[in-house]
């Protein structure tokens, strides 16, 4: 049994993941959670199921409500980062599962590394950001990263403990989203409402922009080359509308493996929780016959540009790729806020990249701090 520390329990990757533990009995004994603090309700419920010994909300003032709801039982509600950082070091956790998105994710995920916690990966932004400087540390510490991103998940399981040396290609698939087929000018009146609606899976609003956009695709390719070593030009990107085939390896002697099933984030939440057991079922299986036909194409990246935005910054290293994910963070933020529309999105990400290229130092070894120094200045407008 795993003994996790749940951070962003109250987003859609930790519902889920609380559904697994909740259906699977054993499976893992929850210590703490933690979010943001948008939703006291939901975590005062949580809290009150799962009986974690703390719980930590972001904000202060949300904290201090579900204090007060939670004054009759015995659990510590803590705040802030440093709240998040304590629960990283909880002895008596095995595993953190990092589900909080954005660059807050980062700081707990490196703590809970030093203190040889399993990381459960499901906060793009500790790869995108800072890849680097965290795949090093967790060979320094020992500790593994198993990733609960459907598609990393589907690479890693494809892989099943081979090297680098043996891939000639991973084939990240994408659904494409829900503008699969559009033109770039159609794209220009899209509208958050638009946006949100995916046509395969369920995600918070962050991630369902992302996907709108493809610039998930793009964090995705990113967090691949750290995850598994390869080189950018090893990961090419394959538009699935299906989502049934997750992604797939190919090998070096041609041979091709995919990691298929349906499009549910409970089934990479549970290889992770289990891994490397495999459990029982818990969601609907994969019926072949109602699926098919399973189709495949190349991305449209003249109108989808965060694919190829991505790859140059990937093939740029060093922070090139902080600067890509923190620029389409706030910018995404600010499509939902209808301050912009939805092709500023990539004009915003193009021209961060463009000012940061211009400036004069872009140091290929970096250190936590530089991560945040070049990133800050979009987190903070």
């Known amino acids: 049994m795993r003994h996790i520390v749940l951070l962003g329990s109250t987003g859609s990757i930790g519902t889920q993941t609380l559904d697994v533990i909740r259906k699977n009995p054993g499976i893992a004994e929850v210590k703490a959670l933690a979010s ?26 949300a904290a201090r409500d579900l204090q007060v709801r939670l004054k009759d039982t015995s659990v510590r509600v803590l705040s802030g980062m440093e709240g998040l950082l304590e629960i990283c070091r909880m002895e008596n956790a095995d595993m953190v599962v990092t589900a909080m998105v954005g660059m807050i994710g980062l700081r707990p995920t490196v703590e809970a590394i030093k203190s040889h916690k399993t990381i459960a990966l499901a906060n793009k932004e500790t790869l995108v950001c800072a890849g680097e400087y965290i795949m090093r540390l967790a060979a320094e510490e020992q500790v593994d990263i198993l990733p609960v991103d459907s598609e990393h998940s589907a690479i890693f399981q494809c892989l099943d403990g081979r090297g680098p040396e043996t891939v000639r290609r991973i084939l990240l698939t994408a659904s494409g989203g829900p503008f699969r087929g ?81 499009p549910d984030m409970r089934l990479p939440i549970q290889e992770a929780l289990e891994y490397p ?82 400036g004069a130092a872009h140091p290929a ?13 979009f987190l903070t407008v």
């Open 36 to 61: 943001g603090g948008g939703r006291v309700d939901l975590m005062e419920q949580q809290v009150r199921e799962f009986h974690p010994e703390t719980a930590v909300i972001y904000n202060e003032a």
């Open 182 to 262: 559009w033109t770039f000018d159609q794209l220009k009146n899209v509208t958050p409402e638009q946006a949100l609606k995916h046509p395969n899976w369920s995600m918070g609003a962050k991630i369902t922009t992302d996907s709108a956009t493809m610039m998930n695709k793009g964090l995705e390719m990113i967090e691949a080359k750290w995850l598994f070593g390869v080189r950018p030009d090893q990961i090419e990107v394959v538009v699935h509308p299906q989502s049934i085939v997750h992604s797939a390896v190919e090998f070096t002697n041609g041979s091709v493996i995919a990691q298929m099933g349906v």
């Open 277 to 358: 057991k495999r459990g029982n079922i818990t969601v609907d299986p994969l019926d072949l016959f109602q699926k098919s036909p399973l189709t495949f194409e190349k991305p449209d990246e003249g109108t989808f540009k965060s694919i190829p935005m991505a790859r140059w910054a990937l093939e740029k290293g060093g922070l090139y790729p902080a600067v890509y994910n923190a620029s389409n963070e706030l910018a995404v933020s600010r499509f939902l806020q209808r301050k912009i529309g939805f092709t500023d999105i990539y004009r915003e990400v193009e021209l961060a990249l463009e000012q940061y290229d211009k």
């Open 365 to 377: 070894a970096y250190t936590l701090e530089d991560v945040f120094e070049v990133t800050d200045p």
